[in-house]
């Protein structure tokens, strides 16, 4: 292979007479505290070559917490580390990528203005002093083609999905020699079809010799592809089970806990059963978007003359693989994009390229795709995250100062009522854990009954219960008679919610079905091009 | 064989502990730098420092001088606190100040020549403020209108107002009773600002300022603004997202900050020099030093007391320095610039760490 030139693990010799089976990390006794928190408490875990080990576990159950240890990002209070045999006091990551430790993290790092070669090109301590790309860029096609991970090595990163950026991830850790990977969350931002070229490939690479760690709180995923899963729950580990012995109600009641009802999970629970049952009255046109063209970031036409309505008291679902101009839609939507051509009104008034401030007069919420980027602002406190739209009027403030004694009640009051847990109302939210962010939004959107909702992915990477919970709020908003506009890439999601649902593929929508006649199969089809107009003769817009 | 490799790493947890003790190391380290230059000079360094600090911070002659160079220290920092809490680099005070300079001359020569001081002074401020914010504007407009990196214009911007200075005080503006000298006339009586007796205090700028310190506070924390303001600096996307005017930002930042700047020039010739001067003579470096203040302040209007409290002692050290040590000025500016450096490098060092490795044999194989 000609990348071996580059990276020649130090472990080649090692590796060579190790067995499947033998472990090659073993942790022991991990604990790890943080302000307010234990996020692992005497954890033992260990891997085995060859295989694909899960760690699951609901938000904030210390999964990041206990992989970062191992990658040397974070130092253990107590406990021991054993790599290949050998005791280990990992300092940094880099210490850890000696090692042959690799970890694609859940929000990968990568420099927005450098193409993906040159980011991969930056990580290479041993690539070529002298014009490293070329050589890197070879190195990236050799790799993407053997295991399946499209990317263009020439595109600019903050022109890359967020799929595309997890994919440059993956690819970055392969090729600096990683033997031991650690994927954390990396399915979260990937479609359907993206999904599976991702397990074919982490398939091919234990069937060389790598070892995985993978972090999900997707029950099937994780059933589907691991060989032993090792679930954690508060900071503490539940046990460890192979993927044959174990099954969805078992891995429920280890991340939940025994007292929770097995209702929540992979269905929907009752209560949301019973609020989707309600006959819903659809009343007057909210959202209309007539014939809209937007540009997406490298200049392509992004939306090809989509066309809708939303009414009050329904949900309208658009389904499609991410990268299909969902983005740029509804960034036009919510003023945050120019839009090229085409009409956006809200209510009946005419809010095309009104920025955001008019859309958010208008009573709109907006569950933004990147919470991190658009949704908060990490360093400031949970009450200043939650004031985001609404600090500008009364009782809020005055004409010139904030009225913080108000502010700080609604904000007790928003956090009892959407169970934000925090140490302390002052904790900059960077320190809240995922399924917490996502509440803060959701309160801050949700609190003065917006008439508008527009939920882009609002369940992206959150666990179970998290996900439920949000789910729960869309159907009750719904029922009060909100119009709700939901994005998303889970078709399963999508039927589940949506009272109509249009499927979007290469800017354009494929169709718009009731949510009574939608078949997930023909739906899945949809979103990879097939269409159904001129129903035998199968032809594609891509091929299959 | 063995080789000895350096390496760079991240450091991901810092303790409290660390972020207080660093940034005093660092600036030992300056001071220790400039030892050497003192040693070399053939001066004890040790004596030097005791007597800089002695003059400077424990004599009361010292203390009335500190004060005068921390009124347009604090004046300035006030405004940068501002602007770097938006995350926008302006180090334009020093140019800023200049305009506010020249804003109190033209009404103290010529706009308002022969009216009474309560009405000269008032208006000196009032216009050194406005002329400090217009040409912090230009760099502001840049940076809205067309993303041009305002650490670049506002620099650019302070070489303009020091040659309009020199312009000012070569040509039009040059005195007649001055022998030729390049420097207005003084300014009447009614435009020069009333001092505390015995030193050269121009209370109303400090005034100003002290009054400013919580006035500042407040509206960074406290008002619509000052919210907007943070979350514009913090994070760009969510200012966006949540509808908050970039321009407006932009402008309202760099307006109080280039006014802030302009009110402490005004208090430089009206209060000390009572004419307009060469640029270097209005202003020690007010400019450059309070972003090394406001930096240490973490942009905390409070802490910039005593951040500019210190370093107004240092330049009276500076006047040490000259005077008493026999050294140019300049070891001043070279003092301040090591002070910047090594605290910059300091906030690296936070969040890097070197570490020396022995490379042995095995290791060395696999990296060749
Ligand atoms: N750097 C940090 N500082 C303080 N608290 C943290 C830090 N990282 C994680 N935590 C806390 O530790 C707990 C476990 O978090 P994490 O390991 O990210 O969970 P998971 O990956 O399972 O969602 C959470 O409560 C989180 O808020
Ligand atoms: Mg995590």
């Not at chain 1, 967020?162 to 990977?181: C, D, M, Y």
């Not at chain 1, 029950?219 to 503490?236: F, H, M, N, Q, Y």
């Not at chain 2, 009405?119 to 400090?132: D, H, K, R, S, T």
Request: charged share 20%; proline share 5%; with cysteine.
């Amino acid at each position: 292979m000609k990348s071996s030139k580059y990276y020649l693990s130090p472990f080649s010799q090692t590796l060579s007479s190790l067995k499947k089976g033998d472990i090659v990390v073993l942790m022991k006794g991990i604990t790890k505290r943080f302000p307010g928190v234990i996020a692992n408490y005497k954890i033992d875990f260990d891997l085995r070559y060859g295989e694909i080990h899960a760690l699951l576990g609901e938000n904030g159950a210390g999964k990041t917490t206990l992989v970062s240890i191992l990658y040397g990002i974070h130092q253990p209070d107590e406990g021991e580390i054993y790599v290949y045999g050998k005791r280990v006091h990992f300092r940094s990551p880099r210490d850890a990528i000696r090692m042959g430790i690799g970890m694609v993290h859940q929000h990968p790092r990568l420099i927005d203005t450098l193409t993906v070669a040159e980011n991969i090109a930056l990580s290479l301590k041993d690539a070529p002093f002298i014009n490293p790309v070329p050589n890197v860029e070879e190195l990236i096609k050799e790799y993407s083609e053997k295991y399946g991970l499209k990317v263009d090595p020439k595109a600019k990163v903050w022109q890359l999905s967020a799929g595309e950026k997890q994919r440059v991830a993956i690819l970055r850790t392969l090729i600096s020699g990683a033997k031991i990977l650690i994927l954390d969350e990396p399915t979260t931002s990937l479609s359907p079809p993206e999904r599976n070229d991702l397990f074919e490939a982490m398939k091919a690479l234990v069937e060389e010799g790598a070892s995985i760690i993978f972090i999900s709180h997707k029950l099937k995923e994780v059933l589907g592809i691991s060989d032993r899963i090792t679930v954690l729950r508060k900071g503490r580990k539940v046990g460890t089970v192979s993927a044959e012995e174990s099954s969805p109600e078992l891995l429920i009641k280890m991340m939940l806990g025994e007292s929770k009802p097995m209702s929540i999970g992979l269905g929907l629970g009752k209560a949301k059963d019973q609020l989707h049952k309600v006959g819903h009255k659809v009343g007057k046109k909210i959202l209309e978007v007539h014939n809209l063209y937007v540009l997406g970031d490298r200049g392509e036409v992004a939306v090809k003359g989509v066309s809708f309505e939303v009414r009050e008291g329904e949900i309208f679902g658009i389904v499609g693989v991410p990268g299909n101009g969902q983005r740029e839609l509804v960034e036009a939507i919510v003023g945050l994009r120019k839009a090229l051509k085409g009409v956006i009104r809200i209510s009946g008034v005419d809010i095309t390229n009104k920025g955001p401030l008019a859309v958010i007069n208008m009573g709109v919420a907006y569950i933004p795709e990147d919470r991190i980027k658009y949704g908060l602002v990490l360093d400031l406190t949970i009450a200043e995250n939650l004031i985001l739209k609404d600090y500008r009027r009364p009782p809020f403030s005055g004409r010139i100062m904030l009225n913080t004694s108000y502010i700080s009640k609604w904000c007790l009051d928003l956090m009892r009522r959407y169970d934000i847990k925090t140490p302390d109302i002052n904790t900059p939210v960077k320190y809240l854990s995922g399924g917490n962010l996502q509440r803060v939004i959701l309160a801050r959107e949700f609190s003065h009954n917006p008439k508008l909702i527009i939920a882009f992915r609002p369940t992206y990477g959150l666990d179970v219960a998290a996900t439920e919970y949000v789910q729960k709020l869309l159907l009750q908003e719904k029922q009060r008679g909100a119009a709700i506009l939901l994005i998303s890439e889970d078709l399963d999601e999508i039927i589940e919610l949506s009272d109509r649902i249009a499927v979007m593929f290469e800017g354009k929508f494929m169709d718009i079905v009731p949510a009574g006649r939608a078949d997930a199969e023909r739906l899945g089809l949809m979103m990879m091009g097939v269409r159904f107009h001129e129903e035998d003769k199968d032809t594609c817009g891509k091929s299959l | 064989m063995k080789k000895i490799r350096i390496r760079v790493e991240r450091v991901y947890e810092v303790p409290l502990w660390l972020r207080i003790v660093i940034p005093i190391i660092a600036i030992l380290v300056a001071l220790s730098i400039i030892a050497i230059i003192f040693l070399i000079q053939g001066i004890n360094p040790i004596i030097a420092y005791a007597e800089i600090f002695h003059d400077a911070f424990l004599t009361t002659y010292g203390i009335k001088f500190n004060v005068v160079k921390l009124i347009p220290l604090l004046l300035c920092s006030l405004g940068l606190s501002v602007a770097f809490k938006a995350n926008v680099w302006n180090i334009g005070a020093e140019g800023q100040l200049l305009m506010g300079a020249i804003a109190a001359t033209w009404i103290a020569l010529f706009k308002l020549k022969g009216y009474p001081s309560y009405i000269v002074i008032p208006a000196m401020y009032v216009l050194g403020f406005i002329f400090g914010a217009l040409w912090a504007l230009i760099p502001a407009l840049l940076k809205a209108k067309f993303e041009v990196n305002e650490i670049i214009t506002t620099l650019m911007m302070n070489y303009i107002a020091m040659k309009l200075v020199l312009f000012l005080i070569y040509g039009p503006w040059r005195g007649t009773t001055t022998w030729k000298y390049p420097i207005t006339d003084e300014f009447p009586a009614e435009a020069q600002l009333p001092l505390i007796p015995g030193t050269l205090i121009h209370w109303p700028s400090l005034l100003i300022a002290l009054i400013l310190v919580p006035v500042i506070y407040l509206f960074l924390k406290r008002t619509k603004i000052g919210y907007e303001i943070s979350v514009f600096g913090l994070n760009p996307n969510a200012a966006r997202y949540a509808g908050i005017n970039k321009t407006k930002v932009l402008v309202i930042v760099m307006l109080i900050s280039g006014g802030l700047a302009g009110i402490a020039g005004v208090g430089e010739v009206a209060g000390i020099h009572h004419r307009l001067r060469y640029p270097s003579s209005i202003s020690s470096g007010y400019g450059y030093t309070a972003i090394i203040t406001t930096w240490l302040a973490k942009l905390n209007p409070l802490l910039l007391l005593p951040t500019t409290f210190f370093f107004g002692g240092l330049l009276v050290g500076g006047d040490v320095i000259k005077i008493d040590l026999r050294l140019p000025s300049s070891v001043v500016y070279l003092f301040n610039g090591l002070i910047l450096t090594s605290l910059v490098s300091s906030d690296i060092l936070l969040r890097y760490r070197i570490r020396l490795l022995v490379v042995g044999e095995e290791d060395d194989k696999c990296h060749s």
